[in-house]
Structures are given as C-alpha cells and as structure tokens.
C-alpha cells in the first residue's frame, strides 16, 4: 500500500491538513453518536442524510426534496440520532440527521472532493480494510465535541475511535499522531465499555437516560457496514450507502 494514514482533530484540524495535500479518503469518527447511527441505520437498510447543526428550516427542506424524515432530539422526537431509534425504521427510509460534529466534518470533507467514510468502534475493522483496499492517503479525524464557547473539546471516544481503526491499519503507514491514536485503543481495548462509560461524553449521555447508546457505541466490530457518503444528482452531499463490498 502506497499511501499514509494521518490524523486530525475537527474541522480545523481537517482544514489544515487539506491545505498541506488533499487527501483522497477522510475517515470521521464521532463514537457518540452519528458515525454508530449511521452504522446502525445502514444495518437496517436505512440511509442517512447528513446535515448541519441548529438549521431546523434547512434540515425539513431537505427531507421534503428527498422524501426523508428529520431526526429530532433524543428524548424529544422519533425519530432520533439514536442508533437504536434509526434501526427500528423500515428499510428504505431516508433520514436527515443533523450533527454538530460527525455531519459537520464529513460535509466539509465532501465540499473538498475528499471520498467520505465513517469510523466508529463498532466497524473500525470494516473501514482499516476498506482504505487499505483503496491504497489512498488517508485522514482520521476524530470529530470531538464542542465547549460552551464552540471551541474544540477533544473527545476520548472519538480519539479511540480513530485508533482503532489505525490499530487495523500496517503500523509502518501510520503518522505520528495516528499511531499515539493507535496506542491509546490498543491501551484502552479490553476495556472498552468501561472507558466510554466513565468518558465526559458518555457520563453526559448516561445522566439524559441513554446508557444504551453508549453500550452500543462500545462493542467493537460488530458490524462490517462502511458508510460512505454519496454524491446527490446536483453535485451536493447525499446520503450514507454501505461501501464494504467495494474492499472485495
């Protein structure tokens, strides 16, 4: 394999690195929630339409030029960015998920031309062996989460989330930072369900009554589902399909 598998935080992390060298393949992984969602949607046949935070007008435009529903909150509407939420739609639905994080970073992979996939815990296997396939440069970008005054807020889950799929990857291909990412799995593994439990991210989802979202988020390779996002006819981001048969 020819290319180097390099990592960057967010959407500035994700600016930067394009500047230095467009990759052709970003991998975002946001554990909590929308990169398991869209794995658990897919498992059942339902396709996920990424979408930008705080832009409810937006969001219900796009679901009405696509036949989608629109995913509310958690604990507000059905359905929800909860993974088990999406994998109880019949399939064939389409869903407009809006995402502070894992949507906002892989649209703006898409604006650059980049292939976008998502990696979680839960496919991290799926997706080392569908990049090492395309032998491509490629950037994990752990999408984190945000503080009160929308400055980065790195999350643990996700950086667990970039190294595991690193820990499937040929070590010699690795940057630096994707090989600490790497690490930081291999050292976290056999205990998984623990670490993402005791994580900020998880303990603030585990207080709104959703422990379940962050079990399921922890079981690692329990799916071979690689979402890839697609293109729409005009050109924009369309929806999630699974791109694991693409590696064969």
């Given amino acids: 394999?020819?290319?180097?598998?390099?990592?960057?935080?967010?959407?500035?992390?994700?600016?930067?690195?394009?500047?230095?060298?467009?990759?052709?393949?970003?991998?975002?992984?946001?554990?909590?929630?929308?990169?398991?969602?869209?794995?658990?949607?897919?498992?059942a046949g339902v396709l996920v339409h990424p979408h930008a935070w705080g832009d409810a007008a937006g969001a219900a435009a796009l679901a009405g030029a696509r036949g989608a529903l629109v995913a509310g909150r958690r604990g507000e509407a059905e359905p929800s960015a909860s993974p088990r939420s999406l994998a109880r739609l019949p399939a064939g639905t389409h869903v407009v998920v809006p995402s502070?994080?894992?949507?906002?970073?892989?649209?703006?992979?898409?604006?650059?031309?980049?292939?976008?996939?998502?990696?979680?815990?839960?496919?991290?296997?799926?997706?080392?062996?569908?990049?090492?396939?395309?032998?491509?440069?490629?950037?994990?970008?752990?999408?984190g989460e945000r503080w009160p005054d929308g400055s980065l807020r790195p999350a643990l889950e996700d950086w667990l989330g970039a190294g595991a799929v690193a820990a499937a990857l040929p070590e010699d291909i690795l940057s630096e930072e994707a090989a600490a990412a790497r690490r930081a799995y291999e050292g976290a593994r056999t205990?998984?369900?623990?670490?993402?439990?005791?994580?900020?991210?998880?303990?603030?989802?585990?207080?709104?009554?959703?422990?379940?979202?962050?079990?399921?988020?922890?079981?690692?390779?329990?799916?071979?589902?690689?979402?890839?996002?697609?293109?729409?006819?005009?050109?924009?981001?369309?929806?999630?399909?699974?791109?694991?048969?693409?590696?064969l």
Avoid: K
């Fill in 1 to 43: 394999m020819g290319g180097r598998i390099f990592c960057e935080w967010g959407p500035s992390g994700l600016s930067a690195a394009v500047a230095e060298g467009p990759p052709r393949v970003v991998v975002v992984c946001d554990v909590l929630i929308f990169s398991t969602a869209a794995v658990a949607a897919l498992e």
């Fill in 100 to 143: 502070p994080n894992g949507a906002t970073c892989a649209l703006a992979a898409h604006r650059v031309g980049a292939e976008v996939v998502l990696g979680a815990l839960v496919n991290a296997q799926a997706v080392a062996q569908y990049v090492q396939a395309l032998g491509a440069v490629a950037l994990l970008v752990p999408a």
């Fill in 191 to 247: 205990r998984l369900a623990r670490v993402l439990a005791a994580s900020r991210s998880g303990q603030e989802l585990i207080a709104r009554g959703y422990h379940d979202d962050v079990e399921w988020a922890g079981m690692p390779d329990r799916s071979s589902a690689v979402p890839q996002l697609v293109s729409a006819a005009d050109g924009s981001a369309g929806w999630f399909r699974d791109a694991s048969a693409l590696a």
